[in-house]
């Protein structure tokens, strides 16, 4: 029934943000197009100034970066000069194509005192929509329909599941869910992806007698059907697929070709990807070039399949 439990690493986006790192994982490297997800926070309240969260620009190619919020408040700057807060329950969808460059700041003290909690994955790009032109689209949350029913709530944030749709353009088959149960709620997968899988944000369920709890991942064995049972209040985040085939991921680049990713590292270092014009006072140098002077080693292109 389970393929795989994926326990959430420590990781951080810089000093002041410590991450749960989720996808990839070493022996389960991708769920559907899904190759990576991070679990921010809960930071509450935030007691650092807020430009100590900031993630300064960086570059992406080969890949949609997707982020949602539960609390906070994000403001996002690419060079395609879009600005644009992010609050919780939107979704920004941003498709880096063959190349684009980001910031995200945290600039209002006021809407961080509630807290900090974000998830962020990256969807894989089919071959045919690798070299893309890079795009971006906020949807807010009348645009991202909910289904309720006895202890469980739900929104849809992309795809299809469950008979929801919404407007939000993908460019593979996928889902990907927001979900609230209640203690006791009774739940199942979505039918009609041939990958699916779960992170418990908070809470717990239990899957065939097993208990599992906030962190975990359990990734499901195509074409089984388990019921999910909430043991208390739990949040989850749902996801899945089709599977696109051998992808290579190096820091914040994605390709299915290896030399790809080359090109993305000395075009980020020749300055051929854009900075955002809102945004071009500083950014995140290539890793090797941190690790110089350094006898540490830069991360290597990995295939993920």
Not at 23 to 36: D, E, S, T, W
Not at 125 to 137: G, I, M, V
Not at 263 to 280: S, T, V, Y
Request: aromatic share 8%.
């Amino acid at each position: 029934m389970l393929d795989i439990v994926i326990e959430a690493r420590k990781a951080a986006l810089n000093e002041a943000v410590a991450v749960k790192r989720i996808l990839p994982f070493r022996l389960h490297r991708m769920v559907g197009p899904f190759i990576f997800m991070d679990h921010a926070g809960p930071l509450a309240p935030v007691t650092a100034p807020p430009s100590s969260l900031d993630v300064l620009p960086h570059p992406h190619i080969g890949l949609s970066t997707v982020s949602y919020l539960f609390g906070g408040q994000v403001t996002h700057r690419d060079s395609l000069g879009v600005e644009q807060i992010i609050r919780p329950g939107e979704v920004n969808w941003m498709t880096a194509g063959k190349g684009i460059a980001h910031s995200e700041r945290f600039e209002d003290p006021s809407v961080l005192a509630g807290g900090l909690e974000m998830i962020q994955t990256w969807v894989a790009l089919p071959e045919k929509d690798e070299e893309s032109d890079p795009t971006f689209n906020n949807y807010t949350v009348d645009q991202l329909p909910v289904f309720t029913d006895t202890g469980v709530w739900m929104r849809l944030i992309a795809g299809d599941a469950y008979g929801l749709r919404n407007d939000v353009k993908t460019h593979s088959p996928l889902f990907y869910l927001h979900v609230a149960l209640h203690p006791g709620a009774r739940f199942g997968l979505p039918h009609g992806h041939t990958e699916r899988a779960l992170y418990i944000v908070k809470g717990s369920i239990e899957v065939s007698g097993v208990t599992y709890s906030a962190g975990q991942m359990l990734v499901f064995t195509k074409g089984v059907d388990p019921l999910i049972i909430a043991k208390k209040h739990t949040t989850l985040m749902l996801l899945g697929g089709e599977p696109l085939g051998e992808r290579y991921i190096w820091w914040n680049f994605v390709s299915s070709r290896k030399e790809r990713i080359e090109q993305a590292k000395e075009d980020w270092k020749q300055g051929r990807i854009e900075l955002p014009p809102n945004d071009d006072q500083e950014f995140i140098p290539l890793p090797e070039d941190r690790f110089k002077s350094s006898s540490s080693q830069p991360p290597r292109p990995e295939p993920l399949s």
